[in-house]
Structure formats: structure tokens, C-alpha cells
């Protein structure tokens, strides 16, 4: 009775329906930013057969940064187009926020993985071309001095263990690039004047005074505070350095937890179109 229950209510809540949406639309999205960077990672390995410059080489890695601007994007058309296409049908609005946030997932950790067998696949072609025609085709590392299958193996690697994280990062900011664009849906005006009035006013409390500071020391104080200045700055920069390391992560996770109800909550009250 309670198979037959479960079963009913995901019927009922069409959340196959949704996911079959989602399915289509963001795995449409995803198809074309990775062939587009196909497209121009195989231009550039044509490029230097006819011009001669060597080509630039800095290893195997999965584009992170590729994959969180996607997801900002993909979060907020989600958020908008897609969330008032779903309820235009009467589909339960618990399961279109749930196959908003299941869609995004998996949509943005295929487009990291899929960066990262981009990158294998003409690093490949690299590494072959320098071999089968070192006269037309020469490779240049860049930032170390190694040889180009070393260096693919190394980064291959390197990559490798870090996907994990990569992939805990994903789902962090898609989740809070989900709440940002349920929030810009409900008020754009109000959403826009936090992101931008919250850091400008920290950095009026915090950093302005500091520099004026240390701007009015430089100029009157005599060389023993100067040094004594450069010291306090250094142990502010490693301050900062040693938060973003071992604190910010902590919170980022806790920040991406915590905007999944958010969400919900902003998403729930989307008028039926």
C-alpha cells in the first residue's frame, strides 16, 4: 500500500514530467556551450599548423569557471521561463522546485565533466600532433618545463582528484545561483540593491578607513612605523588568506544548505500562469 501511495503521488505531482522538461531544455543548453568550446578548442589546434606559433598547452583540468557562469545563467532562466512553464500545467509546485534543483545538479555537473573530456580529447590531439608532425605543429608549455605527455599526465591526475570538489562546488553555487534567481523574480529592484549595497557599505565600514589609515602613516610617520605598518598589512593579508582556506568553505556549504528552503519558499508563491 505504501508503494502504491509513493507512486500515486509522484504521478499525481508529474515529476517524471518534469524531469523529462528539464531533460530536454538543459540538456540542450549544456549539448551547445560544449560544442561551442569544442568548436574553438579544435580551431585553435588548426591555428598554429598555419601560422607557426606554437601552441599553448597548460594541461588537462575541468573548467570550473565555464561551469559556475553557465549555472547562473541556467539558474535564473530556470527560476523564470521554465518554473511558469511547469505550473502552467497544475504541476504541484514541491515537485516543480525539486526538478528545478535535480535538473540544475545534474545539468552543471555533466557540463564540468564534459569540460574536463574536452580538454583530455584536444590535449590528446595536441600531444599526437607534435609527435606525428613536430615541422607544422610545435606545443608550448606554459608555466613549466616539462614534456607535453608529462605534463598531460600529471594534470590528468591532478584533475582527476580535485573532481570531487569541483563537483561539491558545483552543487554549492548552483543551489545559491538558484536562489538568486528566484529572488530576482520576485523583486529584481530589491535583489539587485542587496548584492550591490551590501558589499559597497562593508567596504565603506571596513576597507576605505583602513587605507586612509595606513595612506596618512606612509606620509607623516617616520620609517620605523612604516615598517611597522607593512608588518600589520602582511599578517591582515595571511588573516585573509587563512579564512578563505579553512573558513570559507565551511561556509559556502552552510550558505548553499540553507538556500534550499529559501528557495522554496520564494518559489512557492509563483502565480499560476
Aim: hydrophobic share 50%; proline share 4%; with cysteine.
Amino acid at each position: 500500500m505504501q508503494q502504491t501511495f509513493d507512486t500515486h503521488y509522484w504521478q499525481s505531482a508529474r515529476f517524471g514530467g518534469v524531469m523529462r522538461y528539464h531533460t530536454r531544455a538543459l540538456g540542450r543548453g549544456v549539448l551547445t556551450v560544449l560544442l561551442v568550446m569544442l568548436i574553438s578548442q579544435l580551431l585553435s589546434l588548426l591555428l598554429p599548423m598555419f601560422t607557426g606559433n606554437p601552441y599553448p598547452f597548460m594541461g588537462i583540468y575541468a573548467d570550473i569557471a565555464v561551469t559556475l557562469i553557465a549555472a547562473l545563467v541556467a539558474g535564473s532562466i530556470t527560476a523564470n521561463k521554465s518554473t511558469r512553464f511547469l505550473l502552467r500545467f497544475g504541476t504541484a509546485r514541491f515537485s516543480v522546485w525539486l526538478g528545478n534543483l535535480l535538473g540544475l545538479w545534474c545539468a552543471m555537473i555533466g557540463l564540468l565533466i564534459g569540460t574536463l573530456l574536452l580538454n583530455m580529447l584536444t590535449g590528446g590531439l595536441a600531444t599526437l600532433l607534435a609527435q606525428l608532425a613536430p615541422q607544422r605543429f610545435t606545443v608550448k608549455i606554459l608555466f613549466q618545463d616539462m614534456q607535453v605527455s608529462a605534463l598531460y599526465s600529471q594534470t590528468l591526475a591532478d584533475a582527476l582528484r580535485n573532481l570531487p570538489t569541483y563537483i561539491l562546488y558545483t552543487l554549492e553555487w548552483t543551489a545559491l545561483f538558484y536562489l538568486l534567481g528566484c529572488c530576482l523574480r520576485r523583486n529584481r529592484i530589491l535583489t539587485i540593491a542587496i548584492i550591490i549595497g551590501v558589499p559597497m557599505l562593508l567596504l565603506m565600514l571596513t576597507l576605505i578607513p583602513a587605507v586612509r589609515q595606513a595612506i596618512d602613516v606612509l606620509e607623516n610617520a617616520n620609517e620605523q612605523r612604516q615598517i611597522l605598518l607593512g608588518v600589520q598589512w602582511i599578517k591582515y593579508l595571511q588573516d585573509a588568506m587563512n579564512f578563505i582556506q579553512y573558513q570559507w568553505p565551511v561556509i559556502q556549504l552552510l550558505a548553499a544548505i540553507g538556500s534550499l528552503p529559501l528557495s522554496y519558499l520564494c518559489m512557492r508563491n509563483t502565480p499560476q500562469p
